[in-house]
C-alpha cells in the first residue's frame, strides 16, 4: 500500500499542499487503518488536521499573468482553379458579355477576320475541341475569337438561330458572314479549311457588317435582351418612284419623295 501511495500524489482537500514523490516524505507518510485508528489519527492530525486524504492526479499549477493557453489560428486560401474553358486563352479571345458586346466587337472588327465560338460548359464535345482552338489562336493572332456562353446567354443564341453545339461563324468587313457550321474534334478538319479560306488579307469597301439586318432586328425586339437598334433607313429606288401612283391621301413630303425621280428625269430629257 505504502509503494502504490508513493507512485501517486497526495493533495490537500482543497489542493493548496501536495505531497512529492521524494523518498523523505515518502517515509513520513501515514495511512489510516481500521485496526489503528488512533495512530492514525495522531499522525494525520498534525498536517491534515483529521481531514480526507483525496488521492488523484496531480493538478497542473496554474499559469501566472497572460500566460494561459493560446490558440493559433490558422487561415488557408486557395486559388480557386479556372474552368476549363477559362485555361489557355490568348490576348486576341475575347468572352461576349452581352448582345450589344456581341454587336459591337463585330461592327469593330474592320477588316479582320472574326470567328465566333458558340459553345456550353457541359458539352463535351466543346471541352475537347477548346485546346485545339486555344492553339489555331495562338498561331493567327490577326484572328479575333469571341466566345459565346450558351448557357449564359440562351435567349440570344436562340435569337442567332444556334441550336446545335459546338457552333462557329466566321465573319470579315463589308462581307458580313462568311460561313456557318458545326464541328468536333474528329472533324477538325472542317475549321482548320474555313480558317485557311478566310484569313488571306482583304480590304472590304465600306464598315464591318456584323449581324444581319433581321438578327439586329430580332435581337432588339427580345425581351431577354437590354439590346435596342433603331434600323437603317431604306431609300426608295427611282424605278418604284416612277410606278408609284400619286395618292393625294399622303402627306406633301411623301408625294413630292415618290415624285422626285421621274421629275429629274424629265428634266434630263428635256435638256437632250
Known sequence: MADALAQM?????????????????????????????????????????????????QRERPLSGNRGSSFVQMTLCFKKAPKW???????????????????DSLSNAGDELVVVDFFSPGCAGCRALHPKIC????????????????????????????????????YRG?????CSFSCTNATIKKFKDALAKH??????????????????????????LSFTYAGTPVPVPDAVAEKAPFNPNLP?????RLTLGSEDKAFAAAGR
Open 85 to 103: 474553358w477559362e485555361k489557355g486563352l490568348h490576348p486576341n479571345m475575347k468572352k461576349i458579355k452581352s448582345a450589344e458586346d456581341l454587336v
Open 9 to 57: 500524489t497526495l493533495l490537500a482537500p482543497h489542493g493548496h499542499r501536495s505531497l512529492s514523490h521524494s523518498s523523505h516524505r515518502r517515509n513520513r507518510l501515514v495511512c489510516a487503518s481500521k485496526d489503528d485508528p488512533l495512530r492514525s489519527s495522531s499522525s494525520l492530525n498534525s498536517q491534515f488536521h483529521g481531514r480526507r486524504l483525496v488521492i488523484g492526479a
Open 135 to 170: 492553339q489555331l489562336a495562338e498561331l493567327n493572332p490577326d484572328v479575333q475569337f469571341l466566345q459565346v456562353n450558351h448557357e449564359e446567354h440562351k435567349s440570344m443564341c436562340y435569337t442567332l438561330n444556334v441550336h446545335v453545339l459546338p457552333f462557329f461563324r466566321f
Open 252 to 256: 406633301v413630303h411623301a408625294a413630292a
Open 174 to 178: 463589308a462581307h458580313g458572314r462568311l
Open 199 to 224: 484569313i488571306t488579307e482583304r480590304c472590304s469597301l465600306g464598315p464591318a457588317k456584323g449581324l444581319e439586318e433581321t438578327e439586329l432586328l430580332a435581337l432588339a425586339v427580345n425581351k431577354d
